[in-house]
């Protein structure tokens, strides 16, 4: 998952935050056993992909701590193909190319079941 540190203060660690809101992610996701890295600076992006393939291969969650607004400069992350992937087909997870978005929209269901009912 990614986390917004809304108006942190690039520098300061987010446990020193005055924003009560940021202070308290990491002591949280601590608690949770939720593995996490503040992404701040530039130098921070080269850690996303091996944390994502990390939390892939070790079937685990991931917070990535999003310190400050990503500048422009940073240019691309390159991932693995897919077919290389922890996360491929390839791997065991026969529907990881295959499935799109998780959204019910995706999906094709707009309707509201509940709702249908309810009124009958």
């Known amino acids: 998952m990614m986390i917004g540190l809304l108006q942190h203060d690039p520098a300061t660690t987010p446990r020193n935050s005055p924003r009560y809101g940021v ?9 949770m056993g939720i593995p996490h890295h503040l ?3 530039e130098a921070d992006v080269a850690k ?3 944390a994502i393939e ?5 079937s ?8 400050r607004r990503p500048s422009a400069a940073l240019g691309s992350v390159e991932l693995d ?3 290389t992937s922890v996360h491929s ?3 065991g997870n026969p529907g990881a190319t295959l499935r799109g978005s998780g959204s ?3 999906r094709g269901r707009t309707d509201n079941k509940r709702t249908e009912n309810k009124m009958s």
Request: aromatic share 2%; hydrophobic share 50%; glycine share 6%.
């Open 23 to 31: 202070r308290i992610i990491e002591p949280i996701l601590d608690a």
């Open 39 to 41: 992404i701040n600076e």
């Open 48 to 50: 996303i992909a091996p």
């Open 54 to 58: 990390d939390a892939y291969a070790g």
């Open 60 to 67: 685990h969650p991931l917070a990535l701590l999003i310190g």
């Open 81 to 83: 193909s897919p077919a």
């Open 89 to 91: 087909r390839a791997s």
């Open 104 to 106: 019910p929209l995706a």
